[in-house]
């Protein structure tokens, strides 16, 4: 089947572990923050979203960290599993503006026994 | 299935063909977006609707694409004259957003219609 990003960064973990993903976004009038999980030959799947009033959101097994100083975001993911093999792209958007999604640089979750 | 459909999954075309896309939101979701992807790349976006009505167009959208949402329901995306760099996946997405709440942004995502231009 098709093979999503092919060339993006990768993180290997085994499972069980924890894993981390971040993001770097551009917008400072960014105020929405989603992280979405592809798997090959699918569409983006919605995991977890934040706004910028907030700094921390827990969801099942995962947690979005955002620091609007740096405008960083990330993902963490607890006892990861190998049905979290995926890329993981961070989306951002203005609410009060234009209404779409800006994607960032995927990275690749690869999960090893 | 109530998720977002798309149709068809994969398209073949020769370059010059023109091809079409059907995406069918979730129901009663009235904003509805046109993303495509390629290779290691994120989502880009291309276009939205509130209902019937195309608010915005990227720059991306050239004036061989164009996307129709005639009744507020189901949309699709004509490429006229495809040329190999229009092969891509194109995504849909639908999300029940009115305007300004912040809390029905979420927008889901069909599986994709992947193009191929040879």
């Known amino acids: 089947g098709e093979s999503v990003g092919l060339h993006l960064p990768t993180l290997s973990v085994q499972e069980g572990d924890n894993s981390i993903i971040n993001c770097a976004y551009s917008?400072?009038?960014?105020?929405?923050f989603i992280w979405y999980k592809q798997e090959s030959g699918k569409g983006p799947q919605f995991i977890i979203d934040?706004?910028?009033?907030?700094d921390k959101r827990q969801g099942q097994r995962v947690t979005v960290l955002l620091n609007k100083t740096v405008k960083h975001l990330s993902l963490q993911i607890a006892a990861t599993q190998p049905g979290d093999s995926a890329v993981y792209f961070c989306?951002?958007?203005?609410?009060?503006?234009?209404?779409?999604?800006?994607f960032g640089t995927g990275t690749r979750l690869q999960v090893f026994p | 299935d109530t998720g977002v459909s798309q149709d068809p999954r994969h398209k073949i075309t020769k370059r010059g063909q023109n091809v079409t896309f059907r995406c069918d939101p979730i129901?009663?979701?009235?904003?509805l977006y046109w993303y495509r992807q390629t290779l290691g790349q994120g989502p880009e976006f291309l276009t939205y609707?509130?209902?019937?009505?195309?608010?915005?167009k990227s720059r991306l959208l050239s004036d061989r694409f164009s996307a129709e949402r005639p009744k507020g329901s189901f949309s699709t995306l004509e490429i006229q004259r495809t040329e190999q760099g229009d092969s891509a996946m194109y995504l849909c997405?639908?999300?029940?957003?009115?305007?300004?709440?912040?809390?029905?942004?979420?927008?889901?995502f069909g599986q994709g219609t992947r193009l191929t231009v040879v």
């Open positions: 917008n400072s009038a960014s105020d929405y």
């Open positions: 989306a951002e958007n203005n609410l009060g503006g234009t209404d779409k999604l800006i």
């Open positions: 129901s009663e979701h009235n904003r």
């Open positions: 934040i706004r910028s009033n907030m």
């Open positions: 997405a639908s999300s029940p957003r009115t305007g300004g709440s912040i809390l029905d942004t979420e927008a889901f």
């Open positions: 609707f509130q209902n019937e009505a195309q608010l915005e």
